[in-house]
């Protein structure tokens, strides 16, 4: 499976596309473009390589994770998947932006298709395994290719750090015992592609993340 990323909004959010070189089937993780400029990086992009996009995950549904769902879902007429427990921060996506003081237009929107811990999408033959990690928001999840060797983590696991807590549903004891329980057991040389940074490997947070 391939990776691209792309760095979009006034928070520096990694948004995804992940796709089969074969099938040229396509998932867009994270979409956060904010305004024209952005969604034509995404889209042009996708059309340069004729990728087929099939699959919109959220790891989560902060603000700065969802502002280019409703665009993503209406261009490719794709379904919102995320974890049911984050519906309600997209339902309240008008309220964070408010309470950000952002000078954005958005639309409230829920999830149309839950996913859950162990739950398996895949892009062509190859898997993408859910995995939950709560904590920075309850409904966070991370997405494992075992076959890549890859997973991104959302906002729970970066490079030397961690994600914040201090957000509604957040609980610092509760992502730790996730990125300790359900990240760091995956195999050691496994590269972490986070929801903001640089990349990573389990092995180096194991040995040297000092929240962990």
């Known amino acids: ?37 952005e969604e034509d990086a995404l889209f042009n992009f996708i059309d340069l390589n004729s990728l087929n996009p099939t699959h919109l995950i959220d790891t989560h549904m902060h603000l700065d994770h969802i502002f280019g769902n409703l665009k993503v879902k209406e261009k490719y007429g794709l379904h919102i998947k995320a974890h049911p427990d984050d519906d309600f921060l997209g339902r309240s996506l008008s309220d964070s932006v408010n309470r950000f003081r952002l000078p954005i237009d958005v639309t409230d929107h829920g999830l149309d298709i839950a996913i859950n811990d162990g739950d398996t999408i895949y892009l062509g033959k190859e898997p993408i395994k859910v995995i939950s990690v709560p904590g920075h928001s309850p409904g966070s999840v991370a997405l494992y290719c075992p076959q890549s060797g890859f997973v991104l983590t959302g906002d729970a696991l970066f490079q030397g750090s961690i994600g914040r807590t201090d957000l509604p549903g957040g609980d610092h004891a509760t992502l730790i015992d996730s990125i300790r329980t359900r990240l760091l057991s995956l195999p050691p040389d496994t590269v972490v592609l986070p929801g903001h940074g640089g990349e990573t490997s389990i092995v180096n947070e194991t040995n040297s993340n000092p929240y962990i």
Not at 11 to 19: E, I, K, R, S
Not at 23 to 34: N, T
């Open 1 to 37: 499976m391939k990776v691209s990323r792309f760095i979009f909004n006034m928070f520096g959010v990694n948004t995804y596309v992940l796709w089969d070189p074969e099938s040229r089937e396509a998932a867009i993780v994270d979409p956060g473009m904010v305004d024209r400029r």
